[in-house]
């Protein structure tokens, strides 16, 4: 069965995946696109995310703190669009 509301949201999805850095470097770079590769992606990423939340309150970084909220948000962006998509 075919639904308006359906068709929007898959292609609304489908457009938004090209969002994460990792999906555009893995269609740039198709050999991305192993386990190896996307472990140490997604470990080197919480381990520099844990680092800007430890640091961040402790020094005064002016436009860091803002670079590193956006990072946050793309991250978390990135991992919600991956999991309607994949799933």
Not at 33 to 58: R, S
Not at 71 to 78: D, K, N, P, R
Request: glycine fraction near 4%.
């Amino acid at each position: 069965m075919r639904s308006f509301l359906l068709d929007f949201w898959s292609r609304v999805f489908a457009c938004l995946r090209w969002v994460s850095p990792f999906s555009a470097a893995s269609a740039i770079f198709p050999r991305l696109k192993n386990a190896a590769v996307i472990e140490t992606w997604v470990l080197a990423h919480t381990i520099l995310a844990i680092l800007c939340f430890a640091v961040t309150p402790h020094l005064d970084l002016g436009m860091w703190r803002l670079a590193f909220a956006t990072y946050g948000g793309l991250q978390v962006f990135s991992t919600v669009v991956y999991q309607i998509v994949c799933v």
